[in-house]
Structure formats: C-alpha cells, structure tokens
C-alpha cells in the first residue's frame, strides 16, 4: 500500500506570508491528490482535488502542484483564518490513505 | 444541495459493535463511492473504508477484519458495522461523498463514539 508523509508537521508563519506544505508518496501515482483543511473543532473541507484543481468557492490563494511522489500545497499572503490542520490523500484507489497532517499557526 | 446527515450510539462497551448511518439527500446516489472517515481525539484521519451503489467495498486493511460497511439504495443510505470495539477506536466518525472526480467532497456532521467501560 502506498504511504502518504506530510512536511513539516507544524508551521508557524506570519500574515502575509507565503507558506508550503509538502506531500510525498512511496509510490508514484496520476494526480488522484487531494488537500483538505481542518479547523479546530470542524468538519473537513475539501480544497483541492486532481492535485491542483480548486474546489468551487475556495480562496485562490490556496494552490497545489505535483505529481507522481511529490505534491504541494501552497497558501499564498498566510491569513488569520487559515489557522487549521492540512491533511493530504490519495483517492485513485484503496485504500485512499491520508497523510498525517500540518498544523498552520500563526506567528 | 448535497446534505449527508449521520447517526448511532455515542457510548459503547469494549467488544461491543458500533453501527452507524449515513442517509444522503440532495443529489444523486449512483456514480460515487460512499466513505467512512475516523479522527482519534487530538489525531489525524484514517480512511475507513467506502463502498458503490451497487455495494462494491473498499476497506482498510488495518480494519478490514473487523468492519462490514453496507447500502440501502432504496432509503438513499449506508451503514458502517465496526465489531469488537477497544478504546482505541474511539474517535469522530464521518461519513462522506467520494468520486475520482474530486475525492471527499460532501461530509457528514461526525459522531463522537467513546469506548468505555
């Protein structure tokens, strides 16, 4: 079964700032790489789907990139609200695993 | 507007088994694969398994022993069985819409299942 590993597992970045999550798998696939966000307390939204398509309604400061084993969230200009847990999956086939998760704080 | 609104018991018994469902409305139900996600308290997500509307299953291999997901096409529903429960499966359960489309795109509210004896 393939893996999926986040880096890092925690940030802490300043508002404005331009940060990057990365997503790596132990085994290359098509881009079935989806991004989720997590506020504390909340249900999991989902941003980014086919590894850099925006789902409808998600800021566009939010992008990712990648392919085969490697995969990124970038969140450009960092704002307060984007304070949450990221978590990577995979989707193309079970199992559909997720990566472990980043935490975003603010500095 | 896709809604998916979930149930069952909140307060299990070691070896017990957990049963929850998920009732879907709002848009169709063939064409997707219907999910099983859990969240440990303070801990990330683990896919749990899904399953189509024609009842194809996927499982976890972690779990696969013990869980049976199921679908009532007629009540636009399905189902997740989790048999001999420890404490380490309490967490949030969700239930959500999977395609190859766009993943896990539609999720249920969560259900706190605690494990206690």
């Known amino acids: 079964d393939i893996q999926m590993t986040q880096s890092p597992s925690s940030l802490s970045a300043s508002v404005g700032d331009r940060v990057t999550i990365t997503c790596r798998a132990s085994?290359?696939?098509?881009?079935?790489l989806a991004w989720f966000q997590q506020k504390p307390g909340k249900v999991p939204k989902l941003l980014i789907y086919?590894?850099?398509t925006l789902q409808l309604g998600v800021p566009s400061r939010f992008s990712g990139s990648g392919s085969g084993t490697e995969f990124t969230l970038t969140i450009t200009n960092l704002q307060p609200e984007d304070v949450a847990t990221y978590y990577c999956q995979k989707y193309n086939s079970a199992p559909r695993t997720f990566g472990q998760g980043t935490k975003v704080e603010i500095k | 507007q896709v809604q998916l609104q979930q149930w069952g018991a909140g307060l299990l018994k070691p070896s017990d088994t957990l049963s929850l469902t998920c009732a879907v409305s709002g848009g169709s139900f063939s064409g997707y694969y219907w999910t099983w996600i859990r969240q440990p308290p303070g801990e990330g997500l683990e896919w749990i398994g899904d399953i189509t509307h024609s009842g194809s299953t996927n499982y976890n291999p972690s779990l696969k022993s013990r869980v049976t997901i199921s679908v009532d096409t007629s009540k636009n529903q399905f189902s997740l069985h989790l048999t001999s429960l420890t404490a380490a499966d309490t967490a949030v359960y969700y239930c959500?819409?999977?395609?190859?489309?766009?993943?896990?795109?539609?999720w249920g509210q969560g259900t706190l299942v605690t494990v206690s004896s």
């Open positions: 959500a819409r999977g395609s190859l489309v766009a993943s896990a795109d539609y």
């Open positions: 085994q290359g696939f098509y881009n079935y």
């Open positions: 086919s590894a850099s």
